[in-house]
């Protein structure tokens, strides 16, 4: 079992940056598939962006703006997101699936999860 912790969420203004991570307990780290997720109020949670062994996978959305990281010695996940728009504000979460060897994209995929970071974005 693994257990998720999200910090560096915040308020920004348009076009200003934020990095995010989520620390992981556990020392099988290296094993796991990750990802972030958001939610905005009123909305369904959303696909952000995916890392495995396999490489990474953006959503339209963020592709450009947004990179991935992890750093298996550290037990942690980043996301560095740059160029940030106001319909990037929401809640950010991160996510675990057991198996590093493939992408996950939808949230069932996923067997563990963080508490979630806000992210705010004024105009």
């Known amino acids: 079992q693994v257990q998720l912790v999200e910090s560096g969420g915040g308020l920004v203004q348009a076009g200003g940056s934020l990095r995010l991570s989520c620390a992981a307990s556990g020392r099988t780290f290296s094993a796991y598939a990750m990802g972030w997720f958001r939610q905005a109020p009123g909305k369904e949670r959303e696909f952000v962006v995916a890392i495995s062994r396999t490489g990474t996978y953006y959503a339209d959305s963020v592709k450009g703006r947004f990179t991935i990281s992890r750093d298996n010695a550290k037990n942690t996940m980043y996301l560095q997101m740059n160029s940030l728009k106001p319909e990037d504000t929401a809640v950010y979460y991160c996510?675990?699936?057991?198996?590093?060897?493939?992408?996950?994209?939808?949230?069932?995929?996923?067997?563990?999860w963080g508490q979630g970071t806000q992210v705010t974005v004024s105009s």
């Open positions: 996510a675990a699936g057991q198996d590093s060897s493939w992408l996950r994209i939808g949230p069932n995929e996923y067997d563990y």
